[in-house]
């Protein structure tokens, strides 16, 4: 059983257009979050939601959009894509506690061309 | 400032043997947690061990030990008789009691292990 999954694992796309990427876990967990890695392998948190309200806003440009429907899922939409959008975007969840392990998604690989 | 520091951006190792892979940090929390990811090339994200910050004692998971020195802000994550499947990115993080739920991540150490 998949703990959190992403979909889709690739995407590529050209700039200007609209994507998104969703995300699902199974673990119970009330926290979940998006995360950026950029072509240097450096993580950087980008939004983070807890019981499906937004706890977390990093200084993310506002073409990005999270939405929380519920506890289990946490989607990422992407208005008016730019070629520095171009990154690994990583899902995850915990749950509540500081020292909660969070338990990542496998990753969509965004290519913005 | 950054909170985490990783200084080793590449290692090497013989197969076999033990590796030691710096993690410092900086916080003024007294309640913290310090965890280490692996993230081969394949590219997900797979935990590996935890440390809090009142653990008295250090970490342990398998072949995975931290080495925990409080006073020194150090957790350097221990791998002992290294195999080919250690070689990947290892990333220290660490989140405060008083950080809300972020999560800092280093800038991660690219392990290589030779045969």
């Known amino acids: 059983d998949t703990a959190v999954s992403q979909t889709p694992k690739y995407l590529v796309t050209q700039m200007g257009n609209d994507k998104s990427i969703k995300c699902e876990q199974n673990?119970?967990?009330?926290?979940m979050y998006w995360y950026k890695q950029d072509s240097k392998k450096f993580l950087k948190i980008m939004f983070s939601?807890?019981?499906?309200?937004?706890?977390i806003n990093e200084t993310v440009p506002n073409r990005f959009s999270p939405k929380s429907p519920d506890k289990a899922h946490l989607n990422l939409h992407i208005n008016s894509l730019e070629l520095g959008d171009s990154a690994v975007y990583f899902c995850?969840?915990?749950?509540?506690?500081?020292?909660?392990?969070?338990?990542f998604g496998p990753g969509t690989r965004l290519t913005v061309l | 400032a950054q909170k985490i520091t990783q200084t080793q951006p590449g290692m090497f190792v013989q197969e076999k043997e033990a590796v030691t892979l710096d993690c410092t940090y900086d916080?003024?929390?007294?309640?913290?947690?310090l965890f280490w990811y692996k993230q081969p090339s394949s590219g997900e994200m797979i935990f590996l061990i935890y440390?809090?910050?009142?653990?008295?004692q250090n970490a342990t998971e398998g072949r995975y030990s931290l080495n925990f020195q409080k006073a020194r802000k150090s957790a350097n994550l221990v791998i002992s008789a290294s195999q080919l499947g250690d070689s990947a990115m290892y990333f220290c993080?660490?989140?405060?009691?008083?950080?809300?739920?972020?999560?800092?991540f280093g800038a991660g150490t690219r392990l290589f292990v030779k045969a």
């Open positions: 995850a969840s915990s749950l509540n506690d500081f020292t909660d392990t969070q338990y």
């Open positions: 673990l119970g967990h009330d926290t």
């Open positions: 939601y807890n019981n499906k309200e937004l706890i």
């Open positions: 916080t003024s929390d007294p309640s913290y947690g």
């Open positions: 440390q809090g910050s009142y653990d008295q």
């Open positions: 993080a660490m989140r405060e009691d008083t950080g809300g739920f972020k999560t800092i």
